[in-house]
């Protein structure tokens, strides 16, 4: 079975959001800026939700 391409984008951004929040958890126990990976964290969380609302709406019911 083939994947939808949207299935897989969502699935990479989950984990790719899940690698930068444990980034964020270990430059945070460092005590080092974590100002830039915040903002990335930030922008995928975004890019996620666009697509998936995307998705939902393109799909009927």
Same mark, same amino acid.
Request: proline share 3%; aromatic share 2%.
């Given at each position: 079975?083939?994947?939808?391409?949207?299935?897989?984008?969502? =699935?990479?951004?989950? #984990?790719?959001? +899940?690698?930068? /929040?444990?980034?964020?958890? $270990? &430059?945070?126990?460092?005590? =080092?800026?974590?100002? #830039?990976?915040? +903002?990335?964290? /930030?922008?995928?969380?975004? $890019? &996620?939700?666009?697509?998936?609302?995307?998705?939902? #709406?393109?799909?009927?019911?």
């Amino acid at each position: 079975m083939e994947e939808d391409p949207d299935t897989y984008r969502i =699935l990479r951004l989950r #984990a790719e959001i +899940l690698e930068l /929040g444990s980034a964020i958890r $270990q &430059l945070q126990r460092e005590g =080092l800026d974590d100002a #830039a990976a915040q +903002l990335l964290i /930030g922008r995928k969380r975004a $890019q &996620l939700e666009h697509l998936v609302k995307a998705n939902v #709406a393109g799909r009927p019911l």
